[in-house]
Each structure stands twice: as structure tokens, then as C-alpha cells.
């Protein structure tokens, strides 16, 4: 089977919000983010003095890889994605690039990724993994300091309370950005997916670079619209969206998908991300779950317009998946 027809003939996924945020989970001294637990380092400012200490904390010891793949398996998905670096900078798989990872800044010090990259082998499901390749609050040169002026769901798009003055992307990129993605797409067996997001400072000739990357370490792993700069191979539609008919997907620009203008898959390659409450990342509070006939119904409806559709889990700070969110899986795979 081609890496086309896989994803074309998938329909179902997985998608795992997990890391340092998840000890937090959506509040920090008495007060609550607007909507999305990952961001909540710039929604409220943390400095990364403060913020990598929950590095320390970070020990889930109810983390089993194959619990995870067991239930992608038990749902009829065909394929996980995880975060590998999400933009608070920190790695979960262990990373010689940056010591900010999993394996060696935390008590844990097991490498996340290589163990589900393993479990994934074991039972069949393709792996992908989310990098953000543009925003790194960690970096002083992190991305999305041009980009201010747009909405997020933080403050900032940049870590701009911890640094201050001229900033210059091409050295997060050369220093951080370009070598995590080569550790990926080296060391962790078959990459079928590279789930790259938010474009926001990325030049075109470093989505170039790393599309052509990832080519020459992964043939065969697609890659999506949000790397940018018409750098993809299928198209990522916005966060939670159900388009009614397929001509409302293949007429119009996605946002900051794709910087420098949309085009249709040259695949015919399309997928939906969507949450199952109304964050990615672990929220002790956000019991907005969707019910199970919602879940089944957006799938049917998807997979008929040939759209993937990728569900999202949060796990929580010792790694499990919360309850709430397996009873709706499996209900909805009955139906």
C-alpha cells in the first residue's frame, strides 16, 4: 500500500496534546485560561525560570504506550500523532539538540516517543508527530514575533515577557528547529505523518528545507498544510472544522495553514483536527464533551466528503487517558 492510499483509506486517527502544560492543566495560581490548556504559558506570562520547573514534577507513571494503541486499535483508528515539541519549547522524546526534553530534564527520563514509535510497530498503526516548527517560547529566538497584532490563544505568539529586543528566527531554526526534526525522522523507525503547525515567521526556503528534509530521512511520510509556504502534501483543515460539501474546502484560503496562499491537495490528501471537549491539552475543568453521537456522526460525515478525521486526547499529568474520553471513544465506535 502507497503512503496515498494508507491516509486515503484511514479515515480515523488519533491526536495526543501532551506535556509540561498537562501538570497545570488549564490553571495557574487561582485563575483559568480563556480556552486552550497548551497556551497557557503565554496566557498568563510564565517565565521559562518558573515554567521549566514543572520539568521536575513531570513523572507520569501511568504512562503505557500500549494502552494508547490498544484503544486506537479498539476505535478503528488507523494512525496516532503526537507532540513531540509543542510551542512551549519543551521535547517529549529524548533530544540531543536541547536538554528541555522528557527524557532528561524530568524524573520520568523514559523517551515518550520511542515507546509509542514501538508500540505503534507492534499493533500496526502508522505513527505521526506534531512539531512546532515556528513558535518556541523556550528559544529566545523563537518564532511569531512578526505576528503580534493577530488573536491567539494566549498573549503573544512569541515569548516576549521573558525576551526582549531584536529577534532573529533564522537562529532558532538553525540551532533548534531544523536539528529536532533530523533526530525524528532518524532515530524513531517509520514516520508516516509530520504534523507541523502555526506558519507565522517561517521563510519559504525553510518550509522548502524542511519538507526536503523530511523527504530524504522519511519517503514516504506525508506532510501537512501547516508547515507552510505551499510545503505539503495534505491539507489540515482549521481546528474543529466540518465542512458541509467538499466545493466549501477547495474554494477557500485556511487561515495561517498555509502562508503564501492555499491550493487544493495535490493528493486529494484532506483531514480534520477536532477536540473531544474544547482544549487539546489536559483541562481539570472543561467537561464540554462531545457525546458519542456527535463523534460517530462527524466521522460518517467526513469519511463521505473523503476528509480523515483526527481525534484529539489530552492526557493528564500521570499519562492516562481521562475517563470521560474513553467512554466516548468506545461508545462512538459502536455506532
Request: with cysteine.
Amino acid at each position: 500500500m502507497d503512503k496515498n492510499t494508507w491516509f486515503k483509506e484511514a479515515g480515523y486517527g488519533m491526536m495526543l496534546h501532551w506535556g509540561l502544560y498537562s501538570l497545570l492543566g488549564g490553571e495557574y495560581k487561582g485563575e483559568r485560561v480563556r480556552d486552550y490548556a497548551e497556551w497557557i504559558q503565554s496566557y498568563f506570562q510564565i517565565p521559562n525560570d518558573e515554567y521549566g520547573k514543572l520539568a521536575t514534577a513531570f513523572n507520569p507513571v501511568g504512562f503505557n504506550a500500549e494502552d494508547y494503541v490498544k484503544l486506537a486499535v479498539e476505535c478503528g483508528m488507523k494512525y496516532i500523532v503526537i507532540t513531540t515539541k509543542h510551542h512551549d519549547g519543551f521535547a517529549m522524546f529524548h533530544s540531543k539538540v536541547d536538554s528541555y526534553n522528557v527524557y532528561d530534564a524530568t524524573p520520568f527520563h523514559r523517551d515518550v516517543l520511542k515507546e509509542l514509535a514501538d508500540a505503534c510497530k507492534k499493533y500496526g498503526i502508522k505513527l505521526g508527530i506534531y512539531y512546532s516548527q515556528d513558535l518556541d517560547w523556550h528559544h529566545r529566538h523563537g518564532g511569531g514575533y512578526l505576528s503580534n497584532h493577530i488573536g491567539n490563544s494566549g498573549t503573544t505568539w512569541d515569548n516576549s515577557w521573558d525576551f526582549e529586543g531584536e529577534k532573529d528566527f533564522d537562529v532558532c531554526f538553525d540551532e533548534k528547529i531544523l536539528p529536532q526534526i533530523r533526530e525524528i525522522m532518524t532515530n524513531y523507525g517509520d514516520i508516516s505523518l509530520a504534523w507541523f503547525d502555526v506558519p507565522m515567521t517561517i521563510k519559504p526556503e525553510q518550509s522548502e528545507l524542511i519538507y526536503k528534509t523530511v523527504k530524504e530521512l522519511q519517503p514516504d511520510c506525508l506532510i501537512n498544510s501547516r508547515l507552510g509556504n505551499g510545503q505539503y502534501d495534505y491539507v489540515s483543515l482549521g481546528d474543529n472544522e466540518i465542512p458541509s460539501e467538499m466545493e466549501n474546502v477547495d474554494n477557500k484560503k485556511i487561515d495561517y495553514n498555509d502562508i503564501g496562499g492555499f491550493k487544493p491537495s495535490p493528493y486529494g490528501l484532506y483531514e480534520t483536527a477536532a477536540t473531544l471537549n474544547d482544549t487539546w491539552g489536559f483541562s481539570y475543568y472543561d467537561n464540554n464533551w462531545k457525546d458519542a453521537e456527535t463523534i460517530a456522526g462527524n466521522r460518517k460525515h467526513l469519511n463521505s466528503l473523503g476528509i480523515n478525521y483526527l481525534i484529539n486526547i489530552g492526557p493528564d499529568p500521570l499519562g492516562r487517558i481521562p475517563t470521560q474520553a474513553l467512554r466516548i471513544l468506545r461508545a462512538a465506535s459502536k455506532m
